[in-house]
């Protein structure tokens, strides 16, 4: 494999530094080639990337040759990004590089393992009737392979055995398979085998369900898979465990003390072709399509007109595709609902149309009418294509070919839900399922996504791995469409920005320690970030909408004095000032003649000179406003990130000159004047109230500097110069924030 030297150059110079450089050998060679002549949709230069993050994965894990020790990382993509492909190679350095025991914590369903084993040993060239340097063994137990397995394994305990060979380990993420995993390895002295445990949908059922009980009961319950993930890793003294997922809430919101919670966070990059949330969810897309909330209506008999449009789609687009010559499958996925009731009337109505369709372009009678229908999808699809698009009688043969040969499948817990296809058997597919569809199942060349399913208990994380239309589709993308009632829409177009501002978070703190980093994560309103019950941290969430300020700035008089230094230096450093009232008569009242009392306006004052100049470097005495301020702060990298115009107007207040406040009987002030007087008849207002100095479309602060007494009856000031800061955020750029109190 070629290893170009920017990349070695890249793995020498990690901040922080790697503990050890793994090194590229005949197992990850291996790999690469194959990969290149199986996979098409990758290049050498995007293996040679997979390879060094793959390397710096596990030069973040413990040195196979150093002394017993245990360590614990995290490693995030995106949803059907290419998580397989990376812990597969992540295995196979693992194998060059001394590593004795390779166990694949591989998810929590039949279906999704035998996905998940049959793809890892292509991979890996592993071949069940071939004896090579890797020895597997699936769900061991003492009487499933157990003394095979320790044999195996004994042997890395002398050095007089000089062919060793690897085990790769693969287990159900199930109590049971777990206990039996722990007893037999339990039984083998294990200090000098190096081990790397590999914990694919890592947030899912292996936390612990009771960690948010545990804090505040300060109890120490353990749910039953959690405590065996504890078991395992404790009889394994020489071992690192890596958690996979593409949805890190629940691992990075686990209490810092947990046995589960990663010391270290790294990425993946998506190859070139990967199509995600950003490029499907944007104002006014044409890949997104609403469905009418009635459509969920339990009991509801008479098939939903954009169930038969999303068909019409996925039949035309599949019959063009179909004109190209192209062998390549394409599917449809109905989800309807997490029960199988709902899902049998999809079913239902699904096989009723494609009947009906297979029959009716036979009969002269009916054709013309469904042809109209299927017309309706070419319409839908011509959003997306520059060229235009032949009629649905140009292709007529193509349309034949594709109703007939379509294959519907059910994927659920039913019996006939619960039985393996074999995708060769169909060009094209359908499938109606629930939470089989969900995590980790794979949908090949899925293009239409049918989903009237509600949004449910509002869990980000849960909200993102529904997104089985994400992934490698750049080659297809215009074909795709995505059929969600509006409130699912909104929440994925919410989640979008949720998962950037995690990545970003975590490419500056990819490496470190992190215990270290506080949790901040922006959410919409209508969405939590994971389930409550694995929540092990003590969470603040803070809504930013409309007007806000701290609350303690004044406790503290060096803080004071240090905070003035700041807003001076800032002030000093904007550009001309403008009078607010001269400028917008039309916007401010101020009739009270006091040339001393005139407020100044800047306006058009970048973001990251506020956050920087400013808001970074002001001193806050309470935590709450603490908490404030830093989820400001990721809020206003939000809105830079999406929009780099976003600017703040700036109005400092009395032109900086110090007013009196007195503390109410809760030691806090009311920074903001009122009206004067108190009317809302606009003829008679001498003043408008400082309130009213803001742009209700734009981003607005307000500085004032008072005096602060112990109350209204006081003559001398406790602090006579402190400053004080008001932001105003408009509704557009509204945000909600999640954050650490105690981070």
Known sequence: MIDPPDFVRELEEKTPPLLWIPVVGEKINNFVADQLKNNEELTEEQLGRVVTEARTILGRCVDPKSSSSTSTGLVVGRVQSGKTLSFTSVAALAHDNGFGLIIIIAGTKNNLINQTLERLFFDLNIKHDEVTDWVTFSNPSEQNNGNSLKKHLSAWDYDYFVKKRVCLVTV???????????????????????????????????????????????????????????????????????????????????????????????LITPGDGYVGGKDFFYENSEY????????????????????????????????????????SIRSMMIHPAQNTGPQKQYLSWIEDLLHEWSNGLLDLTRKEKILEIISGGRNVLQETFEEELPNVHEIFQSILNVVHFLK????????????????????????????????????????????????GDGNADSVQQRARFLGYKAKYKKYCRIYVERPVKNAFDNYVLHEEEIHRALVEERGYPLANWRRKFLLDAALNPTRSSVIGLDLSRVDLDGWGHPNDLAINEDKSISN??????????????????????????????????????????????????????????????DLLIQSLLAQLSRIESVNKNEMFDIFVMRGLKSTRRSYSDKKR???????????????????????SFFFAERLCLQIHLFEI?????????????????????????RGSVLIDKNG
């Open 172 to 266: 159900l993420k199930n109590s049971t398979r777990l206990k039996n995993l722990c007893e037999l390895l339990g039984k083998i002295d294990l200090q000098k085998v190096p081990t790397l445990i590999i914990d694919d949908e890592a947030d899912q059922a292996g936390l612990n369900n009771f960690s948010a009980k545990n804090r505040l009961s300060k109890l120490d319950q353990k749910s039953s898979n959690y405590s065996w993930l504890l078991e395992l890793r404790k009889v394994l003294p020489f071992h690192s465990y890596v958690q996979y997922t593409a949805t890190p809430q629940a691992n990075l919101l686990i209490s810092i003390s947990d046995k589960l919670s990663p010391e270290f966070a790294e």
């Open 288 to 327: 997104i399509k609403i469905i009418p909330p009635a459509t969920n209506i339990g009991g509801k008999q008479t098939m939903p007109k954009s169930l038969v449009e999303a068909f019409s789609v996925f039949i035309y687009g599949s019959a063009y595709h179909e004109q190209s010559g192209s062998n």
């Open 564 to 625: 003035y230094h700041t807003v001076f230096e800032f002030i000093s450093a904007l550009p001309p000032k403008l009078d607010p009232v001269e400028t917008y008569p039309e916007m401010f009242i101020d009739k009270r003649g006091l040339l001393s009392d005139k407020h100044w306006l800047f306006e058009n004052i970048p973001i990251n000179f506020v956050k920087s100049k400013l808001l970074e470097k002001m001193q806050f005495h309470s935590s709450d406003d």
């Open 408 to 455: 519907i499948q059910e994927v659920n817990a039913t019996p006939t839900g619960r039985a393996d296809f074999n995708w060769g058997q169909a060009k094209y597919w359908v499938l109606v399922g629930g939470a089989k569809l969900d995590r980790g199942f794979t949908v090949k060349n899925l293009t239409v996504t049918y989903m009237p399913r509600p949004l």
């Open 669 to 691: 002030i009311q920074p903001f004047q009122g009206k004067s007087p108190n009317t809302n008849d606009l003829t008679k207002l001498i003043y408008g109230g400082d309130k």
């Open 709 to 733: 007494y112990e109350n209204k009856n006081s003559q001398t000031p406790l602090i006579d110069k402190c400053p004080w800061i008001c932001f105003y955020i408009p509704n557009s750029l």
